[in-house]
């Protein structure tokens, strides 16, 4: 195996607690910015989304916040449950000088373990 | 819509064999993009394309990758020849248009031995 890789930063939360996952990004140019859950072997599936217009956007048991200033982001997730266990990823789009879109770049990752 | 489809699932060949993975993007999506996924980097996007013209291969490791876009609905990434250092998940991912969410498919783990 490899003896060196990514230690990805874990989470311990009760069931029935709130998690809150955060995640700083790397361009200030970034305007559009995606949180995404993977379960093992699976793909990273959508979560929820959220522009630079924006500093707070809110989903089923699910927000995010923005901070701009100082490139931060961060997902909150309420009364976590078994089911939520996964890694999860934050993802930013930054635009072109031209104001189009560019690649979907994404974070390290933070794995969220739920005891019961 | 069946999502993203990935072929094959999984993958196992020998040193110096030629890989090829397999992409269908979600119907009328503009844009695609293929990912790799290792412990050691995480996820990297290797090249994206959008009305089936790569935009962006910067993230290509070298040139024993290619990526291609025939029509609207497939895409293959292709390796030649495949290292062991190639082991790693693929994922294709695809968008409807500019700055919004992409959807995944399940992946092709890749093992070269």
């Known amino acids: 195996g490899e003896s060196v890789g990514l230690h990805l930063p874990t989470l311990s939360v009760q069931e029935g607690d709130n998690s809150i996952i955060n995640c700083a990004y790397s361009?200030?140019?970034?305007?559009?910015f995606i949180w995404y859950k993977q379960e093992s072997g699976k793909g990273p599936q959508f979560i929820i989304d959220?522009?630079?217009?924006?500093d707070k956007r809110q989903g089923q048991r699910v927000t995010v916040l923005l901070n701009k200033t100082v490139k931060h982001l961060s997902l909150q997730i309420a009364a976590t449950q078994p089911g939520d266990s996964a890694v999860y990823f934050c993802?930013?789009?930054?635009?072109?000088?031209?104001?189009?879109?560019?690649?979907?770049?994404f974070g390290a990752g933070t794995r969220l373990a739920v005891h019961p | 819509d069946a999502g993203v489809i990935q072929s094959p699932r999984h993958e196992v060949t020998e040193m110096g064999q030629e890989v090829t993975l397999r992409c269908k993007p979600i119907?009328?999506?503009?844009?695609l993009f293929w990912y790799r996924q290792t412990m050691m980097r995480g996820l990297e996007l290797l090249i994206y394309?959008?009305?089936?013209?790569?935009?962006?291969d910067s993230g290509m490791p070298e040139d024993r990758f290619s990526a291609k876009m025939p029509n609207a609905s497939f895409s293959t990434l292709k390796i030649q020849p495949s290292e062991p250092r190639d082991s790693a998940v693929y994922f294709c991912?695809?968008?409807?248009?500019?700055?919004?969410?992409?959807?995944f498919g399940q992946g092709t783990r890749l093992t070269v031995v």
């Open positions: 959220i522009r630079s217009n924006m």
């Open positions: 991912a695809s968008t409807l248009a500019e700055g919004t969410e992409a959807f």
């Open positions: 394309f959008n009305n089936n013209v790569p935009i962006d």
């Open positions: 993802a930013e789009t930054p635009t072109t000088l031209s104001g189009g879109y560019n690649k979907l770049i």
């Open positions: 119907s009328g999506h503009d844009y």
């Open positions: 361009n200030s140019a970034s305007d559009y």
